[in-house]
């Protein structure tokens, strides 16, 4: 099934991993790493440009150092991006594997949930669960996965759908293993490789959903710095002081990307089948 | 006729499953009736109050009264504009329509040649930049985007405006924000389904009996490969609206995805109801509208 020759990843996903590694390690050691502290202000120096004055990546409005607000908002687009994405995956794949396996009454129910559930637009869900909610780390988690674990629904159902009448699950049957046993020692394993690089997607996307969400006023509330509300902030000073909005978006899609790069590549590694060419 | 039917009748069944959401909205976002009435509101006018609106009843009954009304289209009166709901987002309606016109114009031309330049070139340097590229197009968020061709076109280059919706020049910038980020998926898309196309052997026919490469591309290949590229745009719909929706508010594009961020910051309930309900048959649509258009280029599926 795998392919022999790729011993070591590609070069661009040498470099999404090295990044991805920065970013992480930036998150968790930000209090020893960042230069200064992400809410202290200092009005004195406030809009200044990069590389002047001490503040590589410049100052914003209320005089706060850009980079050292970077480097702690990747605490928030890690955390969440990757709790959502595994929330969605449970709740997908659940649900996958109830609607696959025992078909009928459970599957048409939840087939037209999802239907319905994608009839709607994404963040107008998300918004509007979000409003209802407030504002709160784990309400942004909650929203993201809500509105988001059909994905993971459908390629699992699918999947199950197809394996249920494969000669693996028909001879596990047939030396008598029970339901539970065979959805857990035979179908689950065998769609595990199509879940690893939907969640690689998902973590991904989901990073960019909660900077939306940020940005829109309905994230993680302040003082805690996120990338998306800075972003937010820094969009009426575009004219002026172009930093304020670009280096936290920067960070977002310098992030993203690692993550989309290594998610490629294990799709060619994991499943042959999804596999781009 | 049987398939447009069936299509029909699950496409109603998804409307009433999004009115169902759409009307529990109303009471998740707390007492509707406390919303409508003044603060200092003695207890028995609010019971009143309750009773005239008819919030008082069950449940069923007042989603069936709700239901019947959305299907006339009346969604009630704007808390904050004071006119019919659904007649405030309709207005929107052609300004997105543009909109998102636009962006699948641009999607549709930044996606085919670098879908059809990374399948010619296979594993070929160029593939890999393409793939690159697309990769990169999938990583940066639309509000992001937004700013950064604010930032070159509008407040460095003076090229085009920065926000309104009166001339075509501002159409440019949101359409291309919306559009890059589908681009990206669709080019993906396009190239390997191209790729699964070159190997079939009506393509080594083409090529058997003559044609040049770049005919046996446009007549033979791109025809078959078009089919899951034209059902994932339909899939792209949502996606589009609901980037639309950002992007609106950002170049302050009058367009119905702004008014639903107003509608939503000002918790204007009616608008918000009426917004979800026209876009979800707004994607119903398209979505019945593509499967025709996939019957009508495919003949296997109208022979089946």
């Not at chain 1, 409003?131 to 309400?139: E, K, T």
């Not at chain 1, 002026?240 to 993203?256: C, M």
Request: proline share 5%.
């Amino acid at each position: 099934m795998r392919r022999g020759r790729r011993s070591w990843p590609p070069l661009s996903v040498l470099f999404g991993l090295v990044v991805l590694l920065l970013v992480v390690i930036t998150a968790l050691g930000a209090d020893l790493l960042a230069p200064y502290g992400p809410t202290t202000q200092n009005l004195r120096e406030r809009l200044q440009a990069p590389l002047v004055g001490g503040h590589v990546l410049g100052t914003d409005n209320l005089g706060r150092d850009i980079l050292s607000r970077v480097m702690f908002g990747s605490r928030v687009s890690l955390l969440v991006g990757v709790s959502a994405a595994a929330l969605a995956g449970s709740l997908g794949i659940l649900l996958g594997l109830l609607a696959g396996f025992l078909s009928g009454w459970w599957d048409a129910l939840l087939s037209r949930i999802a239907d319905v559930q994608q009839a709607i637009p994404f963040l107008i869900l998300a918004i509007a669960v979000a409003v209802i909610l407030g504002p709160s780390l784990i309400n942004v988690v909650l929203v993201l996965a809500v509105t988001t674990w059909v994905s993971y629904f459908r390629v699992v159902r699918a999947e199950v759908l197809g394996l249920r009448e494969s000669p693996l699950v028909d001879a596990a049957r047939v030396i008598g293993a029970g339901r539970l046993r065979i959805v857990l020692r035979h179908v689950l394993p065998n769609v595990s490789a199509s879940m690893i690089v939907i969640g690689s997607v998902m973590v991904a996307n989901m990073i960019i959903f909660e900077a939306s969400l940020s940005f829109l006023g309905l994230g993680v509330p302040p003082p805690t710095p996120t990338w998306g509300r800075m972003v937010f902030e820094g969009v009426q000073y575009v004219d002026s002081a172009w930093w304020l909005a670009l280096f936290p978006g920067a960070a977002i899609v310098l992030t993203v990307l690692a993550i989309n790069l290594i998610g490629d590549w294990l799709r060619d590694v994991l499943d042959p089948r999804l596999r781009a060419d | 006729m049987t398939y447009l039917a069936q299509r029909l009748v699950q496409g109603a069944f998804v409307l009433l499953g999004v009115t169902a959401v759409v009307f529990g909205l109303t009471f998740l976002t707390g007492d509707p009736a406390s919303v409508l009435v003044p603060l200092d509101t003695s207890r028995e006018e609010m019971e009143r109050f309750r009773h005239q609106m008819g919030l008082d009843r069950p449940m069923p009954i007042q989603y069936l009264d709700f239901l019947g009304r959305a299907l006339h289209g009346d969604f009630g009166e704007s808390f904050r504009h004071h006119e019919p709901a659904m007649g405030l987002v309709f207005e929107r309606v052609p300004a997105t329509l543009r909109l998102s016109a636009v962006a699948i114009g641009f999607a549709l031309f930044i996606s085919i040649p670098l879908g059809s330049l990374a399948a010619l070139n296979h594993r070929r340097p160029l593939d890999s930049i393409c793939r690159l590229m697309a990769l990169l197009g999938q990583s940066v968020p639309a509000f992001w985007l937004a700013i950064v061709l604010i930032l070159v076109f509008a407040v460095y280059l003076h090229w085009l405006p920065s926000s309104g919706g009166d001339t075509w020049q501002s159409l440019l910038l949101p359409g291309l924000t919306v559009g890059a980020a589908s681009a990206a998926t669709l080019a993906r898309l396009l190239r390997s389904s191209l790729l699964e196309v070159f190997v079939q052997d009506y393509m080594r026919t083409a090529y058997a009996k003559g044609l040049s490469r770049h005919a046996a591309l446009i007549r033979h290949a791109m025809r078959n490969a078009a089919l899951p590229v034209l059902s994932y745009l339909a899939l792209q719909v949502v996606f589009i609206l609901s980037n639309a929706v950002v992007v609106e508010s950002i170049f302050a594009y009058p367009g119905m995805g702004r008014l639903a961020v107003e509608a939503i910051a000002t918790r204007d309930v009616p608008v918000i109801q009426a917004f979800v309900t026209l876009a979800a048959v707004i994607v119903v649509f398209v979505n019945i509208g593509v499967d025709l258009v996939y019957v009508r280029i495919d003949p296997r599926i109208r022979l089946s």
